[in-house]
């Protein structure tokens, strides 16, 4: 075997007396130490804070959902595929408003094959009427991990340099059945740099612990739905970008956003290109954004041109990614007792009342624990600060 | 039971309203507080669960005009309201400033905090927020007020803007993200009746009005290198800044890219037809 270093199991004695964490208090409750833990693990997402390093931005992200037989599994309310399926809706959601100008693809796996629900696209409401759709399915079958990675990688490996690979598989069965060896595969995917992560559902399985080190992912197995959604809430981040990673120039077009109302008089309703595959969708519509290269109109961005495919975005979408580039540094906690000084928040204005007061490094004001939280996850900037702060004038719009 | 919160940001910067003085003697502060109290009255009597925060913005900070800080107990509406803000306008006036740059995002930062915290307490909210804006835009906080719009968005936080002087591109911007409304007052003495016209009704009252027609906004980007407005350019895909023409350095993160050279088209070798 070779040498690796392994979490200790239970057998080896890694976990020992966890029954220890919880401790009860006088009158035999044990309210106080799970609000405490709740507490910890409320703070300890924010902190998760990689420094100054490269992350990648542009994402091209592939998602292996598993609808073997034991997706069936009532674990997880009411079953574990609607379980998934559901958190994979908010997945979607919060991917696209963290990474605006990234795309995800959707691969199912079952009956020992592999196929596209969705293709890579930027576009979330395409995924999450698929996702919906797919609540019907029947689940049967072993999964195959090398015939959805295998799928997987023929389309990422043409994607550009610049940007970041990955492949997150929701892992539920414990089995995986293969045309050939999966080792072999797991090489190839390192060398064209796709980083795998693996989620799994029932238990650890070390196929995947290999294949997430070797690719340079992470490997986690879910305790319960709270758990799963933490995962996911993960992943969603941008991860740092590999040191192989190209960087370069991307060419891209900001359009106008033509409004024209009936009473204009040159004004004719036109096609949009984006509707040319499905007949569902509006037909003619007036207003929407002409690409500067080629004077096809779409309907909404970010899209990638299908005349002339040169990447349309507007600002605001490049300004969404900013608060990862430079990201805030954590409050100083400190005990109620100790602080001095008006007991009121500086933010929502209401009495402090929690056992700790956060203060900024910077201008020294205090917050309440949930205007803390809102700030780091929500705001990405500390209200005090900015009002006597010089933020360099890089992006000026008018 | 639906409550429905709204926030005026006022802003009161001591240059633009000193000037407007001279200019225009009719209209000064006095005259759109009182036009802002209107409204927030009328707010408040529309529906007994309706609620009302008014914050002024001033160079160096900003102030909770109502409700007052040293309110614990629950909104007292009506006429307390219009006699606490006006205290609040007297000791906010009465600090003077040299800086003419406008700096309305910051409370808006702290409204959101305000209305966020109120959510939390577990009844459905819809807010929104008013912006009444004197001064001209300052252009270094963009940042910050990018991330105030993209918090609002993710809250459904819509907010609406009432411009009194100059146009302001971050506001149109704003209104547009979020789904709310931005008009410029042609005669600021009839502020009153645009603010009850325009600003009063709900969101989803809007759709059955009709209300001033929405703005054309420029959402093209500006170029780091000559600050021109450009329809394509290229994007450093390690820090995301923007550059008109492809140049080998980032200036930002001073990244070395590769240049793309053209590919190389090989010429096809004809076969030679074998001379019969």
Redesign the interface.
């Known amino acids: 075997m070779d040498e690796e270093p392994e979490r200790t199991k239970r057998w080896e004695g890694g976990y020992e007396r966890t029954w220890e964490v919880l401790k009860e208090d006088e009158s035999g409750s044990l309210k106080a130490t799970v609000e405490d833990i709740l507490f910890k693990d409320k703070r300890k997402r924010v902190f998760e804070n990689y420094g100054q390093v490269?992350l990648g931005?542009?994402r091209h992200l592939f998602v292996v959902i598993d609808t073997s037989r034991t997706m069936e599994d009532q674990d997880l309310k009411p079953n574990r595929l609607t379980s998934t399926l559901k958190l994979m809706e908010y997945f979607v959601d919060e991917y696209f408003?963290q990474n605006p100008i990234s795309q995800i693809g959707i691969i199912i796996t079952k009956n020992k094959r592999a196929e596209k629900l969705t293709d890579l696209a930027g576009n979330p409401q395409k995924h999450i009427s698929a996702l919906k759709k797919a609540v019907d399915t029947t689940c049967a079958g072993e999964p195959s991990l090398y015939n959805s990675l295998n799928l997987a990688m023929h389309t990422l490996k043409h994607m550009p340099g610049?940007?970041s690979r990955e492949v997150l598989v929701i892992f539920s069965s414990l089995t995986t059945c293969d045309p050939s060896n999966i080792y072999d595969l797991i090489k190839t995917l390192k060398g064209l740099k796709i980083r795998v992560s693996v989620i799994g559902l029932s238990a650890e399985v070390r196929v995947c612990t290999i294949l997430t080190r070797e690719t340079g992912g992470t490997y986690h197995v879910i305790l319960d739905e709270t758990h799963f959604r933490e995962l996911l809430t993960f992943h969603v981040k941008p991860p740092p970008?590999s040191s192989s990673s190209?960087?370069?120039?991307?060419?891209?077009?900001?359009?106008?956003?033509a409004?024209a109302?009936v009473s204009d008089q040159d004004s004719k309703p036109s096609f949009s290109m984006s509707h040319l595959d499905n007949s569902s969708g509006p037909g003619l519509t007036l207003g929407g954004y002409y690409c500067?290269?080629c004077r096809a109109k779409y309907t909404e961005l970010p899209v990638e041109c299908k005349v002339c495919g040169?990447t349309l975005v507007?600002?605001?979408h490049?300004?969404?990614?900013?608060?990862h580039?430079?990201p805030m540094d954590a409050f100083q906690e400190m005990p109620l007792e100790e602080f001095e000084g008006e007991r009121?928040c500086e933010?929502?204005?209401?009495?402090l009342k929690d056992k700790s007061v956060f203060i900024c490094s910077v201008c020294s004001s205090a917050f309440c624990v949930?205007?803390d939280l809102?700030?780091h996850d929500?705001?990405?900037?500390c209200?005090?600060c900015?009002?006597?702060?010089?933020?360099?004038?890089?992006?000026?719009?008018? | 039971d639906e409550v429905s919160l709204l926030v005026v940001v006022v802003d009161v910067n001591p240059i633009w309203w000193g000037q407007q003085a001279q200019r225009e003697p009719e209209f000064t502060l006095s005259k759109c507080l009182d036009s802002v109290m209107v409204m927030g009255n009328s707010h408040l009597v529309m529906n007994r669960t309706n609620k009302l925060a008014i914050i002024a913005s001033h160079c160096?900070?900003?102030h909770?005009l109502y409700?007052s800080?040293h309110w614990?107990a629950g909104d007292a509406a009506g006429d307390d309201a219009v006699s606490s803000s006006r205290d609040g306008k007297y000791e906010v006036l009465a600090v003077t400033n040299d800086q003419i740059s406008e700096?309305v995002?910051?409370?808006m930062?702290?409204n959101?905090?305000?209305v966020?915290?109120e959510l939390?307490a577990g009844q459905e909210m819809k807010s929104r927020i008013l912006v009444i804006k004197a001064a001209e835009?300052c252009?270094?906080?963009?940042?910050?007020f990018?991330?105030?719009?993209?918090?609002a968005q993710?809250?459904s936080i819509v907010i609406d803007a009432c411009v009194l002087a100059t146009d302001s591109?971050?506001l149109q911007?704003a209104c547009d993200?979020t789904g709310g409304l931005y008009l410029k007052i042609p005669q600021k003495s009839a502020l009153a009746q645009y603010l009850l016209w325009v600003f009063l009704p709900d969101a989803n009252q809007r759709s059955q009005l009709v209300l001033p027609?929405?703005v054309?906004?420029?959402?093209?980007?500006?170029c780091?290198c000559h600050?021109n407005?450009?329809?394509?350019?290229?994007?450093?895909?390690?820090?995301?800044?923007?550059?008109c023409n492809?140049?080998p350095i980032?200036t930002?993160c001073e990244?070395?890219?590769?240049i793309?050279l053209p590919q190389m088209v090989k010429p096809k070798k004809k076969k030679l037809k074998p001379a019969t």
């Not at chain 2, 990244?255 to 590769?258: D, G, L, S, V």
């Open positions: 490269r931005m542009m408003d610049h940007t970008a190209e960087c370069s120039l991307i060419r891209m077009g900001f359009p106008q956003h409004i109302s500067p290269q040169l507007s600002a605001p490049l300004a969404r990614s900013f608060h580039l430079f009121f933010a929502c204005q209401g009495e949930e205007c809102f700030i929500t705001l990405h900037c209200p005090s900015i009002h006597s702060q010089m933020v360099p004038s890089t992006w000026l719009t008018d | 160096q900070e900003s909770f409700p800080k614990k700096e995002r910051n409370l930062a702290r959101i905090h305000r966020s915290k939390e835009d252009a270094l906080q963009y940042m910050n990018m991330n105030v719009i993209f918090a993710k809250n591109g971050l911007q993200i027609p929405p054309h906004v420029d959402y093209r980007a500006a780091f600050r407005l450009i329809e394509i350019g290229y994007v450093c895909s390690v820090c995301l800044s923007i550059f492809f140049s980032c930002t990244t070395a890219f590769k793309p």
